[in-house]
């Protein structure tokens, strides 16, 4: 399929690169407000967590998805209320990824390993417009000439920089929500 547009505005890397490493089918209805790769004095960019934020919901179909893909999941390390009013932050140790989630941060995602492409690319694969963009940024090579003629620039400038997907903005792959204070005493 070839691509005929151009993304204008940032997608968060984490969202497209790691959260699908979480095994969270996409199409779900409890999605996340948004993953991030940071938490400053929390945990740095080299920590290899994922924090998904969530607005935390009392029914039925939130607390079964919490329990089997959130705190259930295999990668789960811990969970922070948020300051921002019911809203959660759930952060995954993506420890043993550590390899592709460093290409991740240095904008390689044509040289992550083969496993952690086909990963990603699943996760997209029941959406073919999005499955066809990830697919040109996991494999660059075949795109080059499409990338070239929507950015009305040179093939071989495309060849030397070798991606087409932006670096990480590293500025907004950092959650700076604050952990909201619980006070347990009783009286």
Excluded at 5 to 30: A, D, E, N
Aim: with cysteine; aromatic share 14%; net charge positive.
């Amino acid at each position: 399929m070839e691509i005929k547009s151009l993304i204008g505005t940032y997608i968060q890397k984490s969202r497209l690169f790691v959260y699908p490493m979480l095994g969270i089918r996409r199409g779900v209805s409890v999605t996340p407000v948004q993953t991030y790769l940071c938490w400053p004095n929390k945990y740095d960019i080299t920590d290899n967590k994922l924090v998904c934020v969530y607005h935390l919901r009392d029914d039925e179909e939130f607390k079964l998805f919490e329990d089997q893909h959130l705190t259930g999941n295999k990668y789960f390390s811990s969970f922070f209320l948020l300051e921002d009013e019911n809203k959660g932050g759930y952060v995954f140790d993506l420890s043993e990824h550590k390899r592709d989630i460093r290409r991740i941060i240095h904008g390689k995602y044509s040289k992550l390993s083969p496993d952690y492409k086909q990963t990603v690319l699943r996760f997209f694969k029941n959406h073919k417009s999005h499955h066809t963009r990830i697919y040109s940024y996991l494999y660059p090579s075949k795109y080059y000439n499409d990338y070239a003629k929507l950015l009305n620039i040179d093939v071989t400038t495309l060849k030397k920089v070798g991606e087409l997907c932006s670096l990480p903005d590293l500025n907004k792959e950092c959650l700076e929500e604050k952990v909201k204070n619980v006070n347990f005493n009783t009286i």
